[in-house]
T-cell receptor
Framework: DAKTTQPNSMESNEEEPVHLPCNHS???????IHWYRQLPSQGPEYVIH???SNVNNRMASLAIAEDRKSSTLILHRATLRDAAVYYC????????????FGEGTQLTVNP | NAGVMQNPRHLVRRRGQEARLRCSPM?????VYWYRQLPEEGLKFMVY????????ESGMPKERFSAEFPKEGPSILRIQQVVRGDSAAYFC???????????FGPGTRLTVL
């Protein structure tokens, strides 16, 4: 699995929206974009994933650029419990045996 | 539906001892993955197993480490003759199908004295 590029850290204020960017300029047509997050001292937690279209679930929204070279995870109203490391991961549909984690983005949420 | 369970949550071993880490996947999940997170580093894939079979162990150190997922019972990650460099958090994940979302357990934090 090839790498994705994310900012090392971001800050947000409580109850404001957060946009977490991810660059995957060499993505291939069969790669899905997955987002996981890891809260302090916990295991990673699935957030959302998509292929081409924008996706929404109860946790977040995923906006995928038309050329698929980048995507943005959107937390609509950040809470203190959203403070975590967020990982953007490319994952092939046909050989999804592993997740390749990069360094992720450390999100700090200010009260 | 209970999540992925790992035990023990914390494990302390002296150099040269054996460490056994257990992972019970979610009900109905037959795919198990082990990852390791060294201090101040990211998560690294170690091994992927399906019931009774090792499918991909390309991330596993060649010596001292082994994994199994028997027909009955939890998956076991075994580390023989532990060294200080093995100190890390070990996470297990499971999924119902190979391409499906992976659900992670809380991890086992191994400390080697």
């Amino acid at each position: 699995d090839a790498k994705t590029t994310q900012p090392n850290s971001m800050e947000s204020n409580e109850e404001e929206p957060v946009h977490l960017p991810c660059n995957h300029s060499t993505i291939s047509g069969t790669d899905y974009i997955h987002w996981y997050r890891q809260l302090p001292s916990q295991g990673p937690e699935y957030v959302i994933h998509g292929l081409t279209s924008n996706v929404n679930n109860r946790m977040a929204s995923l906006a995928i650029a038309e050329d698929r070279k980048s995507s943005t995870l959107i937390l609509h109203r950040a809470t203190l419990r959203d403070a975590a490391v967020y990982y953007c991961i490319r994952r092939k549909e046909t050989s999804g045996s592993r997740l390749t984690f990069g360094e992720g983005t450390q999100l700090t949420v200010n009260p | 539906n209970a999540g992925v369970m790992q035990n023990p949550r914390h494990l302390v071993r002296r150099r040269g001892q054996e460490a056994r880490l257990r992972c019970s996947p979610m009900k109905g999940h037959s795919h198990v993955y082990w990852y390791r997170q060294l201090p101040e580093e990211g998560l690294k894939f170690m091994v992927y197993l399906q019931k009774e079979n090792i499918i991909d162990e390309s991330g596993m150190p060649k010596e001292r480490f082994s994994a199994e997922f028997p027909k009955e019972g939890p998956s076991i990650l075994r580390i023989q003759q532990v060294v200080r460099g093995d100190s890390a958090a070990y996470f297990c994940a499971s999924s119902p199908y190979i391409t499906d979302t992976q659900y992670f357990g809380p991890g086992t934090r191994l400390t080697v004295l």
